[in-house]
């Protein structure tokens, strides 16, 4: 499918995920989580948004926040994205409508930087731990409101829609999961011509990315903690020589 063919088939409301072969960082935080949650295949899909119609796209970007634009200026003529449209059939009209309305009232709106942050520490944390990432307190800590990372702001939209389709709350929800056929229809794909996955030098890239996610992550979430336990145990071995 060309890309003026799949701008055709699209409807209002339609979610798009995009894949991108440049180089990106934020791609880079996705993508292993992606990882983390599919495993090696199909994790392409690093960046989410929603067709408005007329040829627009709203969407959220790290530096940018929510944004609005040309759906061709922005992918269909660079040759480095490819994307999947998908619909949330029988939505009524009452919910398309809210569903359309809320994405301008959010443009100009933060990027949600914490809840990004959330996934490299979901990594790190062991598995019989990660239920206390779970916890309201602890998750409110990773969600700034009124801030908004890019599947985030779409999976919020369902929400004031009324029509929310996921277990988790839309600051968890990732743009691996609207390629979901259990609950969105796909409606068309577009790959340009001579696409290519990123290559090794991006594969590398995210692996540093990963080891540096980890470091800074276990640097504020054990390392420091643990260096105030120290200080405060030797504050008190220095009361009670005292």
Known sequence: ??????????????????????????????????????????????????????????ESFPGRGVIRRKLSE???????????????????EKNLQAFLDFFPRQVGDGFDMRAL??????????????????????????????????????????????DYCFERPPARVMPLDFNNPLILTPVSQYTPPGWKKSGWLNVLAGILYFIVCVALTALAFFIVPLIFLAAWVMMRGKKKER
């Not at 994790?43 to 040829?55: E, I, L, P, S």
């Open 1 to 58: 499918m060309n890309a003026s063919d799949f701008a055709a088939a699209l409807l209002p409301g339609d979610i798009l995920v995009v894949a991108t072969s440049k180089f990106d960082w934020g791609d880079k935080a996705i993508r292993l989580a992606n990882f983390y949650k599919r495993g090696n295949g199909n994790r392409q899909w690093g960046h989410a948004a929603v067709y408005m119609g007329g040829g627009e796209v709203i």
């Open 74 to 92: 922005a992918y269909l003529t660079d040759n480095n994205y490819a994307l999947l449209a998908m619909r949330r059939e029988g939505l009524c």
């Open 117 to 162: 942050l959330y996934y490299p520490l979901y990594m790190v944390v062991p598995g019989c731990l990660q239920c206390l990432l779970d916890s309201p307190r602890v998750e409110s800590l990773f969600h700034v409101t009124g801030r908004y990372y890019c599947s985030e702001l779409v999976a919020t939209g369902l929400q004031e829609a009324k």
